[in-house]
């Protein structure tokens, strides 16, 4: 079956002859426009309107194709080139969250940091960049039973990752360093580019949000608490794939040591309640916000951190979904979540899409779904971010990973509530 046959089929459920349209040219907009098919059987995909690879969003960006791949050819090519081509990106620097197609060195090589490769887009540390493909594999394992996609590479990534990330427990001791010149603050690291100062917590140090900003704090909790979601997978990949019972260990002792670490150093108060701190530094300080880039605090269920009626989530989801968060907007076309990666007042469709995914009201998810129909600003694509009074303005026309995460959106309402409203 072809992926585009796959999307007529949920496309004829919608009675909204634009919704139907926007969720067709979303759902496939990562096949047809930003997957590059190589000889070797691998596949580069990049952003959209950047030439590069990343790894957290071209994970993202063929997400919604994993639940296909045992009745698509077009979905599983898609997914198992992406894995071949990511762990060969992840072996050249995993440090490096974005990549070239070739070895042309193109990108930001003139920020100050130790590229290993021509193949390096750019090198900005995140967690997150190693959770993704980690992810992306083991859900693809998990749908279409075969592991001919886990081979001696991807043994030698994930080994990679638990040595990166105990290492980075200890961030005084790493050798990672990010300077760039004549930018924003956001975009490169302070003290001389090792960041902020942190002591030890148990919890592994990131440089950047997934944002691509800075942290302003180097643990950055939603991505602690993603690597231990993939933690366990590697876990179990290492177990019953590899039959290594040493890399299954390290991987579950890493695992428990950032949890306690959460559990330690990143829970604050807001209003006499429990919530998730965005970022600390393990002396105390506590960034309460939220981000609208994945891994998010919104986005925890997403993830399988959670359940959505976790306490402290609940707490937090109401935290980051009002004024309490300096990034939560409200105006005359949207409410939502942003970014400080945007201009002020402009609200992110894959937050809003990610509020609608980690919800349990119907109501609520169609209204998200309602309002995502009425701010595309006429283009039946999703953009990165919009401003919350004016739709028309917009950031980034061409960014798939946006979507991939509406085309997710209407699948999950469409399969769960049967789609009697749309």
Known sequence: MKLNEVAQQYAAKIKDEKLSKMFVQCFMSTFDTTAKFEKDGSCFVITGDIPAMWLRDSSAQVNHYIPFAKVSEEAYRIIFGLICRQVGCILTDPYANAFNREADGKGQTKDKTDYKSPYVWERKYEIDSLC????????????????????????????????????????????????????????????????????????????????????????????????VVVLGYISEIAS??????????????????????????????????DVYAYETDGYGNHNLMDDANVPSLL????????????????????????????????GASAKGIGSPHTPKNHIWPISLCMQGLTSNSESEILDIIHTLRNTDAGTNYMHESFHKDNPEKFTREWFSWANTLFAELIIMYLDEFEGTEL
């Open 240 to 273: 019953d794939v590899y039959k290594d019972l040493n890399l299954s260990k390290k991987a579950l002792e890493l695992m428990s040591e950032i949890q306690q670490g959460i559990n330690t150093f990143a829970i604050a108060r807001f209003e006499d309640k």
């Open 132 to 227: 993704y493909p980690v992810r992306l594999a083991y859900r693809f394992w998990k749908e279409v039973g075969e592991t001919r996609h886990f081979t001696f590479e991807f043994h030698k990534a994930i080994t990679k990752i638990i040595e990166l990330w105990t290492l980075e427990q200890n961030h005084k001791n790493s050798p990672y360093f990010f300077k760039r010149y004549f930018c924003p603050k956001s975009d490169t690291l302070s003290h001389k580019g090792k960041g902020t100062p942190v002591a030890y917590t148990g919890m592994t140090w990131s440089g950047f949000r997934p944002s691509d900003d800075a942290c302003e704090y180097g643990y950055l909790v939603p991505s602690n608490m993603f690597a």
């Open 299 to 330: 986005s925890l269920p997403y993830l399988g951190y959670c359940a959505k009626e976790n306490k402290i989530y609940r707490n937090t989801r109401a935290l980051i979904l009002s004024s309490g968060n300096p990034y939560y907007y409200e």
